[in-house]
């Protein structure tokens, strides 16, 4: 039986999965990055928000190095809910709220706000990125460092092949396809999500949904450009999970601003 395809909306069922998903990403190592870079330029950071933490995995590895009180927001219900549950397994105090970091609401001010993931490729114009810009400055503290990654136009041409899957089966209950393409123009990544819902003892299909995930790819000197309108300085921008200046075989970017 063929079933009705059902577009949902970005990280809904997505949610349910995601970990799976990303289980090829050494997160542990990523954290360490993080880490290593507060060391370097707010080392006496303690109050600490992550902003599109998705499942929480990251603020939850951060939380094991006990440095840090830990604020984790991202805009999708579904990866908040996800979040606390991987949260109260582990007796975490990270406050995690659903919250589009384009409004930010929080009652207190941090010393490092950060975001992981190339998810800065989700705002697809320069308004967007400038207006993160200046939530971000309103919850900082004095001497606060502002990090985040996203990825460019290099890694995106180069990690077709590996982002194509054909059908992978996630546990007795989903498997997923995702198709992914890039548009050198238009400098769009899309991410299509083909997720079924299986029944437990058939493997068939019960429910097929499908989400659309539309990146915007950006080179260095593009975002340079963007953040010099902001009130941010750049104190660095690292190639890949190095702590070495990026250049034009960067694939992937760590901004480091104040
Ligand atoms: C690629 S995922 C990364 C999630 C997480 N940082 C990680 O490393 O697994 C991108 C995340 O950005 C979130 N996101 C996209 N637009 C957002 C927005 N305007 N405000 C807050 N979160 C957003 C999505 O909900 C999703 O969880």
Redesign the pocket.
């Known amino acids: 039986m063929v079933n009705e395809i059902k577009r949902l909306e970005?990280?809904s069922v997505l949610?349910e999965i995601?970990d799976n998903v990303?289980s090829d990403?050494d997160?542990v190592t990523?954290t360490d990055y993080i880490d290593e870079i507060i060391l370097a330029h707010n080392p006496e950071a303690q109050e600490v928000l992550?902003?599109?933490?998705?499942?929480g995995?990251?603020a939850l590895s951060l939380e094991e190095l006990d440095c840090y009180n830990i604020t984790a927001?991202?805009?999708?219900p579904h990866?908040i809910r996800m979040a606390r549950e991987k949260a109260e397994q582990v007796n975490s105090r990270i406050h995690f709220q659903t919250?589009?970091?384009?409004n930010l609401k929080l009652a207190q001010t941090f010393d490092v706000i950060y975001?992981?993931?190339?998810?800065l490729n989700?705002?697809h114009n320069e308004h967007d990125i400038i207006e993160l810009h200046d939530q971000v400055r309103q919850v900082m503290n004095p001497g606060a460092i502002f990090i985040y990654d996203f990825t460019t136009p290099r890694n995106s041409r180069s990690a077709l092949r590996y982002l194509n899957k054909k059908q992978m089966k996630v546990n007795n209950s989903f498997r997923y396809r995702r198709n992914s393409s890039f548009n050198p123009e238009k400098k769009i990544h899309t991410n299509s999500f083909y997720i079924e819902r299986t029944d437990r003892k058939t493997g068939e299909a019960i429910e097929t949904f499908h989400e659309e995930h539309y990146q915007k790819i950006y080179t260095l000197r593009e975002i340079e450009k963007i953040i010099n309108k902001t009130d941010f300085a750049i104190l660095e921008a690292y190639d890949g999970f190095e702590l070495k200046p990026a250049h034009s075989k960067s694939l992937r970017i760590t901004m480091v601003l104040q």
């Open positions: 970005n990280y949610a995601y990303m990403v997160y990523w992550e902003l599109a933490c998705g499942t995995t990251m927001t991202d805009a999708s990866m919250m589009n970091f384009l975001m992981v993931f190339d998810s989700y705002l």
